[in-house]
């Protein structure tokens, strides 16, 4: 994917260590006597290791939101190829988090997932260039020669981008998971998260010039949360309390991160507290572009998941009619929060 660190990670529960909730709440038997009302437990599991892009989960959790609706929840971490879009279709976890075109590509595989928030408008999917490389457009990077990009080929982002730019000219190598082959190539690209490798590079002493793969057009949202249909359907109101405590923690990272950026450490010592502190500082605009006013995080439109849906289908990720986007996604459930 993206992470430099993966190598040797040793994946860690969330759940240790986590601040004291709030005092549970209590309810009345029919005799009139006290009592404590039973937090409901709920899972959210991650795509990936704990890190920035997941923040405002791990806010809500510090910060005590989902205690305080009544929700006892754990943050499950993910890894390479974590199946977590199939693991919440089949009812294995309450919830998800993943990525627009990820999600749509498992409903081509009848996983009946629903997004119910989108806390990263704008996707942070790029390729980095050397700064001194003379690159600056996509195109720029197209007519280059004796030049490597490397990626997941099979990704859709990389998809598009061999069909919407002539790459022919252009080695094209595997990912590696790490920012070295780049370094040690000036004549070379490589895939990246806005808020991760560039700050990893810099710390290498390379500065780097970012591609943003959504000035092209092929932007998804980023970390949706995402639930099952039938979850949707049987308890709405846990899905609108899961999503009311996510949003807000949303909302809290985004304006003082650290408190949960410590924690994040915590449960991922690899990520160091300067990586998430620059991650969560070029996430905001992300998730807050201009335009959409601060209660609108979370929010998506039929427009964007419509044009997502056809650019997998012209890069035939996707069979014409198999997938309707109207059906992936749901804003139901999003509150209306005042800053």
């Not at 923040?55 to 943050?75: P, Q, R, S």
């Not at 409903?107 to 980095?128: F, G, H, K, T, W």
């Not at 990009?149 to 998809?159: D, E, L």
Request: aromatic share 8%; hydrophobic share 40%; charged share 20%.
């Amino acid at each position: 994917m993206r992470c430099w660190w993966v190598v040797g990670l040793v994946m860690l529960m969330v759940g240790c260590g986590t601040p004291s909730a709030p005092t549970t709440p209590v309810k009345t038997s029919g005799t009139g006597s006290p009592l404590a009302a039973k937090p409901q437990a709920v899972t959210i599991a991650l795509n990936w290791f704990p890190e920035a892009e997941h923040g405002g989960f791990y806010a809500a959790l510090v910060h005590g939101y989902y205690a305080e609706a009544g929700l006892d929840v754990t943050i499950q971490p993910g890894g390479p190829n974590t199946p977590v879009l199939q693991q919440a279709a089949a009812g294995r976890v309450d919830f998800a988090v993943d990525n627009a075109d990820k999600l749509l590509l498992a409903r081509a595989q009848e996983a009946d997932v629903v997004a119910v928030m989108a806390p990263i408008q704008n996707s942070p999917r790029c390729l980095l260039v050397h700064a001194d490389s003379g690159i600056n457009t996509f195109d720029d990077l197209a007519r280059q020669t004796d030049f490597t990009i490397s990626m997941s080929v099979g990704q859709p982002f990389a998809r598009f981008l061999a069909k919407r730019l002539d790459l022919s000219g252009l080695k094209t190598a595997p990912y590696s998971g790490n920012v070295a082959p780049f370094l040690l190539n000036q004549r070379s690209a490589q895939q990246g998260y806005s808020f991760s490798e560039p700050f990893v590079a810099r710390q290498q002493g390379a500065e780097t010039k970012l591609l943003m793969v959504s000035d092209l057009g092929f932007n998804t949202y980023t970390s949706l949360l995402v639930t099952s249909r039938s979850h949707i359907k049987k308890q709405p109101d846990l899905v609108r309390k899961v999503v009311a405590a996510s949003v807000r923690g949303w909302r809290k990272y985004l304006e003082s991160p650290e408190e949960t950026n410590q924690f994040i450490h915590e449960q991922n010592p690899e990520m160091a507290l300067d990586v998430l502190a620059f991650g969560a500082r070029d996430l905001k605009p992300l998730c807050l572009p201009e335009g959409l006013a601060p209660d609108r995080l979370g929010a998506m439109t039929a427009e964007r998941w419509e044009t997502l849906t056809q650019q997998l289908r012209d890069i035939e990720a996707l069979t014409d009619g198999k997938v309707q986007a109207g059906e992936a996604y749901s804003t139901a459930f999003l509150p209306t929060i005042k800053p």
